[in-house]
């Protein structure tokens, strides 16, 4: 069984092959070719990634655990390590996990025989979210090489911004952050370079809005959301300066009204809806890959 933590360890061929094999299962749905036992641990909500992953595993014909964490024995004080302990010992091939914190350090996973998948950790890390993007972009363009990427609004919070970053530089585009200034800081100047908002929306070829990530906030925001809409919200008026062949995504969940006008989500340049349609194939192609050790076309196709 093999895990997938981090970005950080994945080879531009690895990405090309996972993105290959996502756009290889959205042209060909029905397929069983996988088997074992998926249990999905979300210990921050989510919508997207936890359905979406539950959705892949379901399409791949394997077994899937919704383990709740809420009614779980988290709350009689059992450890993370603990808890994964258990679910391999029980069979469990593959565990997708979200946690509050970074990656957490206390998981020992060479003390039993399961995948990890990372589904989003703390401000550091969604690698499948990042995937997705890529995916979703190159739909688009064809590639990524070359292309500019505007990452806007709450970086400073956001582990689709690190991963984004990584993922998208490593396959060739240049990535670039716009937003309030009090949202760079800390690490993130020297991830990407800050860049006007409106000049970024005049240049870029994709143009990434973040929510702002209150449940990660230290100290309250400067400014209200009316004032945050009107000087960094991707308005209609905005949106009118995007290059014509520009195109828009958000990983959601979307605060309309504030970071983008409600109008924006099914613009014409949107490409929001169909980044969470990738989400199952991306995860679909994730799965498979924790399962048999790569992308293998020869056991999809048999
Ligand atoms: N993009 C994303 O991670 O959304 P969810 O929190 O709904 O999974």
Partial sequence: MYSLTSTKSWHVDELQDLL???????????????????????????????????????????NVLNFSAENSSFRKGESLQDTLETLA???????????????????????????????????????????LDALTIKQHFGTLRGLTVTIVGDVLHSRVARSNVDVLTKLGAKVQFAGPPEFNRDDISLLAPWTDFAQAVAESDVVMMLRIQYERHQQSLAMTEKDYHEQYGLTLS??????????????????????????IVHHPQSRILQQVTNGVAVRMAVLEYCLVGGCNAQLVSA
């Fill in 20 to 62: 290959a094999r996502a756009d290889w299962y959205q042209a060909n749905p029905v397929t069983r070719p996988v088997h074992g036992t998926v249990a999905t641990v979300f210990a921050e909500p989510s919508t997207r990634t936890s359905l979406s992953f539950q959705i892949a595993a379901q399409k791949l014909g394997l």
């Fill in 89 to 131: 010992a029980m069979g469990v091939d593959i565990t997708v996990l979200r946690t509050t914190e970074n990656w957490p350090t206390q998981v020992d996973a060479s003390l039993f025989n399961m995948g990890l998948v990372n589904a989003g950790s703390g401000i550091n890390e969604h690698p499948t979210q990042a995937l």
């Fill in 238 to 263: 905005r949106a009118a300066k995007l290059r014509s062949d520009a195109i828009i995504l958000h990983p959601g969940p979307v605060n309309r009204g504030v970071e983008i006008a409600g109008d």
